[in-house]
C-alpha cells in the first residue's frame, strides 16, 4: 500500500514569505500525486495534480509543486504567502494500477502572519 | 456545474442509534468515495462506488456500509453508533479515468455522537 508522510502538522509564515510544505510518498513507481486545501469547516478542495506530463506543475491560488523521483518527493511552494492562505494542506497519492484508491497524508495547518 | 453536494452537513445522534448520510456527486461523475476525518487520524478512506458495486473499501467495521444508486447518488450507512464515530464524513466524486482520477469533495457532514 502506498503511504504519504508531511513533514511538519504546523508551518508558520510570516505574509509575502516564501511558503514551503514537504510531501513524501514511498512508492516505486511514479504514482498519481495531488495537494488539496481544507479551510475550516469545507471539503477539500484540489490545488493541483501530478499525472507524468510535467516534473513542475502549477496550480491554483499562484501554488505549484515539483515531482522528484530520486527524492520520491511532491513538495508544494507559493513563492509569496497572503492572509488567505491559511488553512490545512493535504498530499494525496494513488496507485498506477488502483488510480481511484487515494491515500492522504495527515495535513500540515499553515498559519500566515501579518 | 453543480458540485459535490451533502446531506445534512450536521447530526447529533446518540450511541447505539444508526445513521444514513448522502451524497450526489457532480454530473457526470460516477465515482464515489467517503472519508471519515478526526483530529486524531485524519483522513481514512472507508470505500468507494463505483457503477453500483463496491469497488475499493478501507479498514472499517462491518457497522460502516454503503450503497450507490443507478443515478450515482450514494448513501453511507453506520449502525450502532460509538463516540468515536463521532467525525467530519467526507464523499467525493470522480471520473475514474486514468489521468483523470483527481476527486472532487462535497462539504462534508459533521457527526456528533453523544
Known amino acids: 500500500a502506498q503511504s504519504v508522510t508531511q513533514l511538519g502538522s504546523h508551518v508558520s509564515v510570516s505574509e509575502g514569505a516564501l511558503v514551503l510544505l514537504r510531501c513524501n510518498y514511498s512508492?516505486?513507481?511514479?504514482?498519481?500525486l495531488f495537494w488539496y486545501v481544507q479551510y475550516p469547516n469545507q471539503g477539500l478542495q484540489l490545488l493541483l495534480k501530478?499525472?507524468?506530463?510535467?516534473?513542475l506543475v502549477k496550480g491554483i491560488n499562484g501554488f505549484e509543486a515539483e515531482f522528484k523521483k530520486s527524492e520520491t518527493s511532491f513538495h508544494l511552494t507559493k513563492p509569496s504567502a497572503h492572509m488567505s492562505d491559511a488553512a490545512e494542506y493535504f498530499c494525496?497519492?494513488?496507485?498506477?494500477?488502483?488510480?481511484?484508491?487515494?491515500?492522504f497524508g495527515s495535513g500540515t495547518k499553515l498559519n500566515v502572519k501579518p | 456545474k453543480a458540485g459535490v453536494t451533502q446531506t445534512p452537513r450536521y447530526l447529533i445522534k446518540t450511541r447505539g442509534q444508526q445513521v444514513t448520510l448522502s451524497c450526489s456527486p457532480i454530473?457526470?461523475?460516477?465515482?464515489v468515495s467517503w472519508y471519515q476525518q478526526t483530529p486524531g487520524q485524519g483522513l481514512q478512506f472507508l470505500f468507494e462506488?463505483?457503477?453500483?458495486?463496491?469497488?475499493n473499501k478501507g479498514n472499517f467495521p462491518g457497522r460502516f456500509s454503503g450503497r450507490q444508486f443507478s443515478n450515482s447518488r450514494s448513501e453511507m450507512n453506520v449502525s450502532t453508533l460509538e463516540l468515536g464515530d463521532s467525525a467530519l464524513y467526507l464523499c467525493?466524486?470522480?471520473?475514474?479515468?486514468?489521468?483523470?482520477?483527481?476527486?472532487?469533495f462535497g462539504p462534508g457532514t459533521r457527526l456528533t455522537v453523544l
Open positions: 467525493a466524486s470522480s471520473l475514474r479515468l486514468a489521468g483523470h482520477n483527481e476527486q472532487f
Open positions: 512508492s516505486s513507481v511514479p504514482p498519481y
Open positions: 501530478y499525472t507524468s506530463a510535467a516534473t
Open positions: 494525496a497519492v494513488s496507485d498506477q494500477d488502483n488510480f481511484n484508491k487515494f491515500y
Open positions: 454530473s457526470g461523475h460516477r465515482s
Open positions: 462506488y463505483f457503477s453500483e458495486t463496491q469497488r
